[in-house]
């Protein structure tokens, strides 16, 4: 649970004629991560398959794939990912891309038509919007089109730029008429002599008058012109309804079809691009990769009962001096899983890092609550996180382990909500369990920064437990997070404790002491690392310059120190803001309505909601800033490698 799960290096060599049962044998399993070990090749015996390199021959299967992935697109065919694999080895391209070609035709003839269609509909949609206002006005396109000794406009123009374009015509005669007009715009019919027709399309432009089209394909009165295109609009869709009648059969009559075709090809894909990243001698394939240990002797016995020439050598890793490239499989209770996402947000674990979901899983939800403590509140975020969880609402259910998380937030709201006595703002219902943020300032502070420092001693004990595991023994010792690192920082607090009551158990020399000693060696914890592991020389470069450099690096250490532990005064700061906050609401309820009407209530609600929302966003936001950035930053390096098994399965998102 702390650790990311043992694994096993494997190595296979297996015979040529053995390949596809050993490779599809590793793809049932869905335990062997792979290493591409395609570098280790030599000219291979000829065997039938395949005619080309096996990672070309993976490009024409991913091709393929991606071509039934578009049509069942198209079709709107539900992909089921819970269906198993279909076949038992890699389909042969010649059975499956004359029948994706047949079927691909197929829809792409309807889609197309389907296309054609959708393209003159909108054109005569577009027609009809113009014309539609007009439908109760005999005008003769047909003459507006090709006027005898007059020119005319008609269009649309802005109600505002109306008396602006008779003004601009006032030299020349002409004729004005609005036939349509709404709010906005109106429909006007313009005209003059077609000698004043340059005049005429210059006043036009200026007054924003935007020309009609006129169809040429329709003639007769407007009003007969729109219905016509009525008509027409309505045949095309029937044509479209009857397409896509089709569209219908074809997904009925190939819908299982082609989620087999899919399977098969997709599971084809996966085979060939392992083989190809298999090393290849000349009479037998070898395979590098990892397998969980406590799966090896399975695993093993497995591969022996399809390839009895297999040889298989597995090697046990320790956590000593490892490096990214061992994949990493996180275990942690369902409980704990949502907060695994944040984790692996921030970065995958090392193999040899112990796996920080559980303290997140603990601390976030309390530094959440400990800010943002009201049980009304913490109620409906719950209730929301609950909803989200849940994944019945189909367009969020990506969100599904962020909601688990509000959720849990949620509930420790509602625990500080008792200690605190809130609920929705209300601090005169309930009788504080333990103190009120807002009245005990300074004592919300001291509590705050107590957290933080049990928090970072935290931080600073799981690198010294990580650097063991690893059998760094300088870095246990000397590094600024190792033990010097934790010694500094705990007797500095006893300092701060000490001079601020007089009353700390450890004397103020002893802690002077300790605090000298552990600031020397962090100073010369560079040469004392390299002492310890037997690097020479201990100091490069000259020693003023290094004893310069290392006084530097000390003092940024003890600035760190003291922003890491003020940065959690953070915590006693938003409580006490929530609580102002609400304060703050109640106030400008009480200026809507002194006398506690419909409007009082109406404000609160807003409030309360206001503040889940968006102090609850930036309350999120601290606490994770106080996860990442001051807690995670003493132990957490992240960048491992995540377990990607080798499998046929299709990945199904949590």
């Not at 044509?239 to 090809?265: D, F, K, P, S, Y």
């Not at 600035?559 to 532990?565: P, Q």
């Amino acid at each position: 649970m702390f650790y990311p799960q043992e694994m096993s290096q494997v190595q296979l060599i297996i015979p040529a004629r053995d390949l596809m049962a050993v490779t599809r044998k590793l793809a049932d399993q869905g335990v062997f991560h792979q290493i591409d070990g395609s570098q280790l090749a030599v000219e291979p015996v000829k065997i039938p398959r395949p005619h080309k390199p096996w990672p070309e021959v993976a490009a024409v299967y991913a091709t393929l794939e991606r071509r039934i992935l578009g049509i069942i697109q198209t079709l709107a065919i539900e992909q089921d990912l819970s269906r198993p694999p279909q076949g038992t080895g890699i389909v042969e391209l010649d059975q499956v891309q004359p029948l994706v070609e047949q079927i691909d035709q197929q829809v792409k003839q309807v889609r197309e038509q389907v296309g054609e269609e959708q393209k003159q509909l909108d054109e005569l949609q577009s027609l009809y919007h113009q014309l539609e206002p007009l439908a109760d006005r005999d005008l003769d396109l047909a003459t507006l089109r090709a006027p005898g000794y007059i020119y005319s406009i008609l269009g649309t123009i802005p109600n505002v730029h109306l008396d602006r374009l008779r003004t601009s015509l006032e030299r020349i005669p002409f004729v004005f008429e609005t036939l349509h007009q709404d709010e906005e715009t109106a429909i006007v019919w313009l005209s003059a002599l077609k000698r004043d027709r340059e005049i005429l399309d210059r006043a036009a432009r200026s007054a924003y008058l935007n020309p009609l089209a006129l169809p040429e394909a329709y003639s007769g009165t407007s009003s007969e012109v729109v219905h016509e295109l009525g008509n027409k609009m309505e045949e095309i869709r029937q044509q479209m309804a009857e397409q896509g009648e089709i569209l219908v059969g074809i997904r009925e009559e190939r819908g299982q079809q082609l989620q087999t075709l899919l399977g098969q090809v997709r599971s084809s894909r996966i085979l060939t691009e392992a083989m190809g990243r298999f090393g290849r001698f000349r009479y037998t394939y070898l395979i590098s990769g990892w397998v969980p240990t406590n799966r090896v002797a399975e695993f093993e016995k497995q591969l022996k009962g399809v390839s009895k020439n297999i040889l298989v050598e597995s090697l046990s890793i320790q956590r000593a001096h490892l490096h990214e490239s061992v994949p990493v499989i996180l275990r942690n209770a369902r409980l704990f899983r949502p907060f695994q996402t944040l984790v692996t947000t921030y970065g995958q674990p090392r193999y040899e890092e112990m796996d920080p979901t559980f303290l997140m899983a603990v601390s976030f939800p309390l530094l959440f609550g400990a800010m943002f403590g009201d049980i009304g509140h913490g109620l409906l975020l719950a209730l929301l996180g609950a909803l989200l969880g849940s994944g019945r609402v189909r367009a969020l259910r990506s969100m599904a382990n962020f909601g688990w998380i509000i959720t849990y937030c949620g509930v420790f709201s509602i625990v500080f909500g008792f200690l605190y006595g809130n609920i929705f703002g209300f601090e005169n219902l309930l009788k504080p369990l333990f103190i009120r943020p807002m009245n005990s300032i300074l004592e919300s502070m001291i509590l705050a920064i107590g957290v933080g420092i049990v928090l970072l001693s935290v931080g600073y004990l799981i690198f010294i437990i990580n650097a063991l595991m690893s059998r760094e023994w300088g870095r246990v010792l000397f590094d600024h997070h190792g033990v010097a690192g934790l010694f500094l920082y705990w007797s500095l607090v006893g300092l701060a404790v000490e001079v601020a009551t007089q009353h700390f158990p450890i004397p103020l020399i002893v802690l002077g002491i300790i605090a000298l000693v552990s600031g020397l060696l962090l100073a010369f914890s560079e040469a004392l690392n390299r002492l310890v592991e037997g690097h020479r020389p201990l100091v490069e470069g000259d020693l003023p310059s290094y004893a310069a450099a290392s006084f530097f690096e000390l003092f940024e250490v003890l600035i760190g120190l003291l922003s890491n532990s003020i940065s959690y005064v953070r915590v006693a700061a938003f409580a006490i803001a929530h609580a102002g906050l609400s304060a703050v609401v109640f106030i400008l309820a009480t200026l809507i309505s002194p006398s506690h009407g419909f409007g009082y209530w109406i404000v609160v609600v807003l409030g309360n909601l206001f503040i889940i929302g968006f102090e609850g966003m930036i309350v999120g936001i601290q606490s994770m800033r106080l996860e990442f950035y001051e807690l995670f930053s003493k132990f957490f390096k992240g960048g491992g490698m995540h377990y990607e098994p080798l499998t046929l399965q299709p990945k199904v998102q949590e």
